[in-house]
């Protein structure tokens, strides 16, 4: 038996588009701070894959197999509860996340804590005790390609705002990646990220 996960799909075109999503389930990791110099942030990406192959290998003993998901993560600054993102103009180092791996539905709760507590013996990695699985739930969401550095995002990000503000919707969550190319090794022009956020009528 395979059981495929659907992976995050990258857009023909550019354009925003609107997508109603059903609950995932994921492993998720918290963090603060500049990705690109927060060894925290290094930590929680090392932290999640290592779980995730983990994973993968102990389900295709079980039976089923599912390929490794992107990473994605949700990002804000203050009040998690009305949570805001600038990522052009914020100091990054106030910088709020948490960076998460999409897994099967049928990884239990009690498999998860067998599997985890079986890499932490293993491995001893930092923060691999801290590594959640939570069902995610976002519903409707606008969401648009970018194609190039994560620096460049600001008018991806200004352009995605204004599609969702002239179809009467208002952001209901947390500013949402998903990363498409691996960018420990793409040039940077050449990354492919999704930038999604939830949405409401307003």
């Known amino acids: 038996m395979n059981t495929l996960l659907k992976a995050p799909r990258a857009p023909k075109r550019h354009d925003p588009e609107l997508l109603q999503l059903p609950p995932v389930q994921c492993l998720m990791l918290d963090g603060t701070g500049d990705p690109n110099t927060a060894p925290a942030?290094?930590?929680?990406?090392?932290?999640l894959y290592s779980l995730s192959y983990a994973i993968k290998?102990?389900?295709?003993?079980?039976?089923?197999?599912?390929?490794?998901?992107?990473?994605?993560?949700?990002?804000?600054?203050?009040?998690?509860?009305?949570?805001?993102?600038?990522?052009?103009?914020?100091?990054?180092?106030?910088?709020?996340?948490t960076l998460m791996i999409q897994q099967p539905?049928?990884?239990?709760?009690a498999l998860?804590?067998?599997?985890?507590?079986?890499?932490?013996?293993?491995?001893?990695?930092?923060?691999?005790?801290?590594?959640?699985?939570?069902?995610?739930?976002?519903?409707?969401?606008?969401?648009?390609?970018?194609?190039?550095?994560?620096?460049?995002?600001?008018?991806?990000?200004?352009?995605?705002?204004?599609?969702?503000?002239?179809?009467a919707l208002s952001i209901s969550g947390k500013h949402h990646e998903i990363y498409l190319s691996d960018f420990t090794r793409a040039a940077p022009e050449k990354l492919k990220t999704l930038i999604r956020y939830p949405v409401t009528s307003r």
Do not use: C, Y
């Not at 295709?60 to 490794?68: I, Q, R, Y």
């Open 105 to 109: 539905d049928h990884l239990t709760p």
């Open 41 to 47: 942030f290094k930590t929680a990406v090392s932290a």
């Open 57 to 97: 290998f102990a389900l295709k003993k079980l039976g089923t197999e599912h390929k490794v998901q992107p990473l994605e993560g949700l990002w804000w600054m203050g009040n998690e509860q009305a949570p805001e993102f600038d990522a052009v103009q914020a100091s990054r180092e106030h910088w709020h996340w």
């Open 112 to 167: 998860f804590e067998q599997i985890r507590s079986e890499v932490i013996r293993k491995k001893g990695l930092d923060r691999l005790s801290e590594v959640r699985l939570e069902t995610f739930t976002e519903g409707q969401v606008a969401q648009v390609l970018h194609v190039g550095p994560f620096s460049a995002e600001g008018e991806t990000i200004e352009r995605l705002h204004n599609s969702i503000a002239a179809q």
